[in-house]
């Protein structure tokens, strides 16, 4: 399975930027999808995951109420759209899938394939 990740760049504060994941190679219907982020001198952590039905969806506490998950199997894409973007949510994007739906979407183990990232950058 391929990721190709898509969206990022330069944004003000309160801004929206809407990332995309498009998955090939693979059974797109059969993946449960995690955007991750990594910031300069940080961890990557899970943002945001959607399980392979599209019926689950999880957030990180930092995004909840702010980012959207979702995805599009006629397309074979996930995306994340981000609204009221501030600063602390500068860092590169990672798409990521997991073949195998262990429950742990949280857990950065549970994904078996990764996308580039996508660099976003929240001006102040």
């Known amino acids: 399975v391929q990721l190709q990740a898509s969206g990022g760049g330069l944004v003000q504060a309160g801004g929206s930027l809407r990332l995309s994941c498009v998955a090939s190679?693979?059974?797109?219907?059969?993946?449960?999808m995690g955007w991750f982020r990594q910031a300069p001198g940080k961890e990557r952590e899970l943002a945001a995951a959607i399980s392979w039905s599209g019926g689950n969806t999880y957030y990180a506490d930092s995004v909840r109420g702010r980012f959207t998950i979702s995805r599009d199997r006629a397309k074979d894409t996930v995306y994340l759209q981000m609204n009221s973007l501030n600063p602390e949510d500068t860092a590169v994007y990672y798409c990521?899938?997991?073949?195998?739906?262990?429950?742990?979407?949280?857990?950065?183990?549970?994904?078996?394939?990764w996308g580039r990232g996508t660099l976003v950058t929240v001006s102040s």
């Open positions: 990521a899938a997991m073949s195998y739906d262990s429950g742990s979407y949280y857990y950065i183990r549970s994904y078996n394939y």
């Open positions: 190679g693979g059974a797109f219907s059969t993946l449960s």
